[in-house]
C-alpha cells in the first residue's frame, strides 16, 4: 500500500475529504486522526472539519463534525477505582486510562446508527470527562475521529481502527516545537507548576503513551507533516 506523506493545506485536505465523502455512495466517511502528544492533531482536525464545512456551502447545515477520544478518558472517581490509584493518576493519557470499550462503541453507532449519537467531551476546566457535550448528527457525512490511540491495532482499540476509512498519521517536523506546545499545556491545565515540572511529566508519561501510539499503530493511509 503506497503512504501519501506530504505537507498539505487545511483547504487541501477539506478538498480531499469531499471527494472521498462522493464515493461512499451514502455510507458515512470515517477519518481517524492520530499522532503522538503535542503532534497537533486536535487542531488541525477542527481546522479541516471548518473547512470542509465551509466549501460544502451546505445552507441548512454543517456536514462534518469532530469525535475527540480525550472525552473518553476515565473520570478521576474511576481512577480511584483503579488497582493503584496514585499510578493511575500520575499516568492519566495512558492507554489503560481510557474507557475504550465506550469509545468502540460510540464509533460503531457512528458507523450503523442514522439517528443522533452522543459522545463525551473533556472539560479542561474541570479536569473530568463531561457527557453528552458531542452530538453527531445524521446529516455529519464526515466525521473525524482524533485522538492518541486512534490507529492502535490492539485490541481493545482495534475494533474501533478497524471502523476508519481513512487513518491520517500527523507527524510532527519540529521536535523542539512540540516539546514546547506540551510544556505549555501542562502548565495551562495546571498539570505542572514551572518547565521543569513538565518537562518531567513529558518524560515520564507523555513520552510513554507517544510510544505505545507509534509501536501498535497499523499503516496509516496518510501521513500529514505538521
Known amino acids: 500500500m503506497t503512504i501519501m506523506e506530504s505537507t498539505p493545506t487545511a483547504e487541501e485536505l477539506a478538498h480531499e475529504l469531499l471527494t472521498l465523502a462522493k464515493r461512499q455512495a451514502g455510507r458515512r466517511l470515517i477519518v481517524a486522526v492520530s499522532g503522538t502528544p503535542g503532534s497537533g492533531k486536535s487542531l488541525l482536525s477542527a481546522r479541516i472539519c471548518a473547512e470542509v464545512n465551509r466549501q460544502a456551502n451546505e445552507a441548512k447545515a454543517d456536514i462534518c463534525a469532530v469525535l475527540p477520544m480525550d472525552g473518553f478518558h476515565l473520570s478521576r472517581a474511576q481512577l480511584l477505582e483503579l488497582p493503584d490509584p496514585d499510578e493511575a493518576q500520575r499516568r492519566r493519557g495512558a492507554h489503560w ?128 507533516l505538521n
Open 97 to 224: 486510562t481510557f474507557d475504550a470499550a465506550s469509545y468502540v462503541t460510540t464509533l460503531q453507532r457512528i458507523r450503523n446508527d442514522t439517528e443522533r449519537v452522543l459522545a463525551p467531551m473533556f472539560d479542561h476546566a474541570h479536569g473530568d470527562p463531561v457527557a453528552d457535550s458531542v452530538c453527531i448528527e445524521p446529516w455529519h457525512r464526515i466525521v473525524m475521529a482524533e485522538g492518541l490511540y486512534a490507529h492502535v491495532g490492539a485490541e481493545p482499540w482495534a475494533a474501533a481502527t478497524q471502523l476508519a476509512d481513512e487513518l491520517w498519521w500527523i507527524q510532527p517536523r519540529d521536535a523542539e516545537l512540540t516539546q514546547r506546545r506540551l510544556v505549555q499545556r501542562h502548565l495551562d491545565a495546571g498539570l505542572a507548576h514551572s518547565t521543569d515540572e513538565a518537562e518531567l511529566r513529558i518524560l515520564s508519561n507523555d513520552s510513554l503513551n507517544a510510544a505505545y501510539s507509534s509501536e501498535k499503530r497499523i499503516h496509516s493511509t496518510r501521513i500529514i
